[in-house]
């Protein structure tokens, strides 16, 4: 059974930080594409960062590109995402995903993940 389960999620002021984790059991996540999703309230589920199945490369929605960073702990089979600078616009429910055949064309895509974590709450007010 594979479980993905994500922390860190809280309330932050604009300009802070927040680091998020997801640990994964039951999937070796240095073998697979993993991938932090976010989704606000009446929005649709919008990528955030990837890594790749090869874990080489990393992948960021524009929004997030020098503010975010996504990395890998592979002994303790987690990846994290170091959240600076955050934003209002940055408030949303961050799930983090993996997916055994996921192709680097497809990092974007939401419904390519076979694995989805419950999701941590993140909001960014003053």
Known sequence: QVLL???????????GSLRLSCA????TISRV????FRQAPGEERQFVAAFSRSGGFT???DSVKGRFTI???NA???VHLQMNNLKPEDTAVYSCAAGPGVITSN???GAAYNYWGQGTQVTVSS
Do not use: F, K, M
């Open 71 to 73: 990395s890998r702990d």
């Open 59 to 61: 992948y960021y929605a």
């Open 33 to 36: 594409a993993v991938a932090w």
């Open 76 to 78: 303790r089979n987690t």
């Open 107 to 109: 990092l974007r895509n």
């Open 24 to 27: 994964a059991s039951g999937i």
């Open 5 to 15: 389960e994500e922390s860190g999620g809280g309330l932050v002021q604009p300009g």
